[in-house]
């Protein structure tokens, strides 16, 4: 199992997390190359349940590295509850978790835009999270975003924050009709939180590909599924990234020749989450059998899925 990418082959929820908890067992280093904490996996080792929005599940596995890379949107606070969640469970975080400095920041302007523009939306709703995912991707490529480096570095932050704030301000008191955000505490919750998180963040391409050079086994985790890739996906009612296996290459730095294996994962029936077509959508009481005794609900949005035979 030299260098392997496991993709969502649907909507995601096929359970790419109970592979990747298999697969681990002969990885040397497990890395999140998209998406943010609108994904889960959710994990059962014994009767033990971890639900995990952005660290990746081979976090589980004693002695794996595991890896953010740069395509991953990392809001702070949520990276942080995550820490501390496996820390009180005893697994080891520190030596294992590595973040990378290019990956972008979810703001908490992110978060509000991203509910303010869906409920403006009405009947053409999207269906997304509220987690600040598309805002911040939009920022990214914009060329506006903050990225996980610059909270190490306060007064380029500052700058970045305030001209950021500039704008956003403009548009929440004078087009979504909300209250302005305050710079200086979203400045000191940030360089607190790069405080906290300085430990984790390094050159992730350079790990990743010394880790190739050197013969490790690598699994690369996507996070939702490919009907749901921006580009290949049922848009517009898709995330703001590149789920499908070429975003590994991209979200990591890692050279398309260096992949030995794609495994995509399915199930026998298939659910989504959120809003967008699903002509084969099971609305009767055999639906709410299948929903029911395969647990369908989302590992970030607890949302029933709608299920198709």
């Known amino acids: 199992m030299p260098v392997v990418i496991v993709v969502g082959a649907q909507w995601g929820d096929e359970g790419k997390g109970k592979i990747i908890d298999f697969l681990t067992e002969k990885a040397n280093l497990v890395a999140r190359y998209q998406g943010g904490p609108n994904a889960g996996h959710t994990v059962y080792i014994g009767k033990e349940k971890y639900v995990l929005h952005l660290i990746p599940s ?9 890896v953010i890379g740069s395509g991953v949107v990392v809001d702070p606070a949520v990276l942080l509850s995550e820490i501390t969640t496996l820390r009180s469970r005893g697994i080891e975080v520190d030596d294992n978790l590595i973040i990378s400095a290019n990956a972008h920041l979810i703001m908490p302007y992110h978060l509000i835009i991203d509910k303010a523009v869906e409920s403006i939306k009405k009947n053409k709703k999207i269906g997304t999270t ?57 400045y000191d919750d940030y360089i607190n939180y790069g405080h906290l998180l300085e430990r984790y963040i390094s050159d992730t391409e350079m790990v990743v590909n010394q880790a190739i050079d050197k013969n490790w086994n690598l699994l690369f985790e996507g996070a939702q599924g490919t009907f749901l890739d921006v580009d290949h996906g049922t848009y517009p009612y898709v995330t703001s990234s590149n789920t499908v296996a070429g975003g590994a290459c991209t979200g990591l730095g890692v050279g ?54």
């Open 58 to 66: 081979g976090i589980l596995h004693k002695g794996v590295k595991c």
């Open 130 to 186: 509220g987690k600040g995912i598309g805002p911040a991707y939009e920022d990214k490529i914009a060329r506006y975003g903050i990225r996980v480096g610059d909270i190490l570095q306060p007064k380029l932050f500052e700058e970045k924050l305030y001209e950021n704030l500039f704008t956003t301000n403009f548009l929440l008191e004078n087009y979504f009709h909300l209250s302005t955000l305050s710079a200086r505490q979203i």
């Open 256 to 309: 398309p020749t260096k992949i030995n294996r794609v495994l995509g994962v399915s199930k026998a029936y298939t659910t989504r989450v959120g809003s967008g077509p699903f002509p084969t959508e099971l609305k009767d009481d055999f639906g709410d059998y299948l929903r029911s005794k395969g647990k369908e609900f989302g590992a970030t949005t607890a949302d029933l899925e709608g299920v198709a035979g």
